[in-house]
């Protein structure tokens, strides 16, 4: 039979078919349709498609399946091109006697789970390629179903189960000899399909990776997925295609449990996102997870770089939105440990970024007061990073030295502080007198204190008379209780020996407070010379 080719067929500029319009027409009902709007008794009729799924190609096997009476060979690596060719042509309507493609293409798919891993590797990254149809199609949900349901049934779980995060070195297990080398051939049995999912597409790992979220996956074993995944994207290729990677993974880590996140990992894509310009979102999102977790960091992962065309240092802005994400819930919200461990290492920060003479006093306070007071339970060693600010800064007005020593709890310093600082010529006299003012009034405190306890000590009838003011109120019954277990003749020598030290400990305080109340004397006098003069005299520096 002779074949007529009154049809001809562009295929998105790639290639142009002649077909038979009545073949063809008969199992495709878009032609259909078209044909019979048409107009007219001209013989030869074009088609152009600019979206034709899957290319000329594509076209081609469809074009063999109408040839053929509706009869072709559907492998996996061609069912999800024709299977999306099949719904964007509305193969829905056979021919009498033959079967439509779309109803071969979904005989095919349920058999979806027995095809082979690699056989579904090569399906679901064909269906990467015809995006949006397969998504459309149907197809890709039942290829990503497919590949997560293989990748949970080859995966066991850990014998002895840790809540550490993949990087930490501090991993205990409670089972016997062997359950170290049993939990890594676990974990690996666990994550054997890294290397295959590598030729995923970013917005295809997106909808595999939230697909497993919803399935109930480890995170931790996702996390550790994402971060290979972006190790190996951004080895190669250009800078949008590393940032489109990038931030792809960002976006997925922030559903996940931040506690299942690396922090080691996320400090290393952060150094990756610093020098690739990632969006604003992205980068929220990542400081947030990374300032979640502050009390993890240490100081070589806090010394970033400034940006490029900045003068200073380091990078003190970021570390302030750490802060910020870190104490994003408000005080009441975290725990006074890690409260502790980040002010800690932010006094360790503050010192090392105070001798930069490009850090403005407004960067230095703001990082001096990024915590509450109650983080600290001293402040020395902030006293001791201001004392070097001002010793760079000396050019600073009086207005910003003091606007800087606010930060300072006068109350938390020491007494060999409080000596240092009052002698201090670069520290404002105000503030000088503040300290020793502070520090007169804590001794006076202790030394209220301990002359209470000497009278208790002391008395002649010692534990009887506080026992008979102890039923008048209840401070003083308290102090019965305690005293009631001690035993006289040994305790009570005790007391009396820990006393001596306290009053020897007293005695040298107030030989400091005597030379601090000298010391400030001579403060508030030069103050009152030099406020008749131009220049103001500061205090001299402690040899």
């Not at 007061?369 to 009086?398: C, F, K, N, W």
Request: net charge positive; aromatic share 8%.
């Amino acid at each position: 039979m002779a074949v007529c080719c009154d049809l001809e067929v562009d295929v998105n500029g790639e290639e142009t078919f002649m077909v038979d319009k009545k073949v063809i027409a008969s199992y495709c009902g878009r032609l259909r349709k078209l044909f019979g709007k048409s107009t007219g008794s001209a013989r030869n009729l074009k088609v152009i498609f600019n979206d034709f799924p899957g290319g000329a190609g594509n076209f081609e096997l469809l074009s063999r399946f109408c040839y053929n009476n509706g009869r072709i060979d559907i492998t996996p690596s061609n069912i999800s091109f024709l299977h999306s060719a099949a719904q964007f042509m509305e193969m829905n309507n056979s021919v009498s006697g033959t079967r439509n493609l779309l109803e071969e293409t979904e005989k095919s798919l349920k058999g979806m789970n027995y095809w082979a891993w690699s056989e579904l590797l090569i399906t679901i990254k064909q269906c990467q390629d015809l995006l949006p149809f397969a998504n459309s199609s149907g197809i890709l949900e039942k290829c990503v179903d497919s590949l997560i349901g293989r990748m949970a049934t080859s995966s066991e779980p850990s014998p002895c189960p840790s809540t550490s995060s993949p990087d930490s070195s501090g991993v205990r297990f409670s089972c016997d000899t062997r359950s170290t080398e049993s939990f890594k051939n676990s974990f690996s049995r666990a994550t054997w399909w890294f290397e295959d999912l590598l030729v995923l597409s970013t917005n295809m790992v997106g909808m595999v990776i939230k697909s497993m979220v919803l399935r109930k996956f480890d995170h931790v074993i996702i996390s550790r997925f994402l971060f290979y995944y972006q190790k190996s994207k951004c080895y190669a290729g250009t800078s949008d295609e590393k940032r489109n990677v990038v931030e792809t993974v960002i976006d997925i880590l922030y559903i996940l449990d931040w506690n299942s996140v690396s922090f080691k990992s996320l400090f290393g894509i952060l150094r990756v996102a610093l020098n690739l310009n990632i969006s604003k979102c992205s980068r929220t999102k990542l400081e947030s997870m990374i300032g979640s977790q502050m009390d993890q960091a240490t100081l070589d992962n806090l010394l970033i770089p400034s940006p490029y065309g900045m003068n200073y240092l380091y990078n003190v802005n970021l570390v302030l939105r750490f802060l910020k994400a870190f104490l994003h819930g408000g005080i009441s919200q975290t725990s006074p440990t890690h409260l502790r461990k980040v002010a800690s290492l932010m006094d360790l920060y503050i010192a090392e970024v105070a001798p930069d003479p490009c850090l403005k006093p407004s960067k230095f306070l703001a990082l001096t007061m990024a915590l509450p007071d109650s983080a600290r339970d001293s402040y020395d060693r902030i006293y001791h990073a201001t004392d070097m600010y001002l010793q760079v800064h000396a050019g600073l007005s009086e207005e910003e030295k003091m606007k800087i020593c606010c930060a300072l709890n006068y109350e938390k310093l020491s007494a060999e502080a409080c000596i240092h600082l009052s002698q201090n010529k670069r520290f404002p006299s105000k503030r000088a007198v503040q300290a020793c003012m502070s520090q007169q009034v804590k001794l006076k405190s202790f030394l209220k204190a301990t002359d209470k306890l000497k009278c208790y000590i002391d008395s002649p009838s010692g534990v009887s008379e506080i026992g008979r003011k102890g039923k008048k109120n209840e401070a003083s019954e308290q102090i019965v209780l305690y005293a009631g277990k001690l035993d006289p003749p040994a305790n009570n020598e005790k007391l009396r020996a820990h006393l001596q030290g306290m009053q020897w400990r007293v005695t040298e305080l107030e030989k400091i407070c005597l030379k601090m109340q000298t010391q400030m004397t001579k403060i508030i006098m030069k103050s009152r010379v030099s406020s008749h003069s131009t220049p103001r005299s500061l205090p001299r520096l402690c040899s």
